[in-house]
């Protein structure tokens, strides 16, 4: 007869900041799997050497949240950040659904750009799932995936969001992904289909 607590599976989202080193990664999922756990879902980048993790993994049986934090802390620098906890099976929507857009914006970095970018995104109720800042050679590029609801009118949007963002001297584009990814992918249109 199966124990139900051996049937019990538990999620927990867990996100690491440390500085950048070879083999973090590694040393996270080994973790994770010495634990028996099962990475989900997972994003992790390094923004000027630091190392950022945030990721989902389900645990069978009775794990707590503090067993895999310091499982985990125990190979990383003194200032390494770890945090984890539980996470429901499926969280609440409290974002509109909608299609997935790009936003690119370019020019001189200046204080308040991005806060000029995301006010205009939320009066707009465009929720933001991605975001990365790159500079360009001597111009910043911003740029962003989006999830433009579906009550929006687009086109609308795009004149509004290229006109703001031309009072800033910034160059701006609001895309539809399909679009961006066949202007900016080189390979045949097949493969973007």
């Not at 019990?8 to 989202?13: G, S, T």
């Not at 099962?38 to 190392?51: A, E, K, L, M």
């Not at 066949?182 to 289909?193: D, S």
Request: charged content about 20%; aromatic content about 8%.
């Amino acid at each position: 007869m199966t124990n139900s607590s051996q049937l019990r599976v538990q999620r927990f989202i867990t996100s690491v900041f440390a500085t950048d080193r070879v083999g973090l990664l590694r040393d996270v999922t080994q973790a994770v799997f010495s634990l028996d756990g099962n990475i989900g879902s997972i994003r992790q980048t390094v923004v000027d050497g630091f190392f950022t993790l945030v990721f989902t993994a389900d645990f069978p049986g009775q794990v707590a949240p503090e067993t895999l934090r310091s499982l985990i802390a125990v190979s990383l620098d003194a200032g390494a950040v770890v945090t984890v906890m539980e996470c429901p099976e499926a969280p609440p929507a409290v974002v509109p659904e909608g299609s997935r857009f790009v936003v690119t914006t370019r020019g001189e970095d200046r204080p308040g750009t991005i806060f000029a970018i995301t006010s205009f995104l939320v009066e707009h109720g465009v929720n933001i799932e991605d975001w990365i800042v790159e500079n360009d050679g001597g111009q910043i590029v911003y740029i962003a995936q989006v999830v433009v609801p579906e009550t929006v009118d687009f086109q609308m949007i795009q004149e509004r969001f290229r006109a703001a963002m031309a009072e800033r001297d910034l160059a701006g584009l609001l895309c539809h992904e399909n679009i961006f990814r066949a202007t900016n992918e080189i390979g045949p249109i097949k493969a973007l289909l």
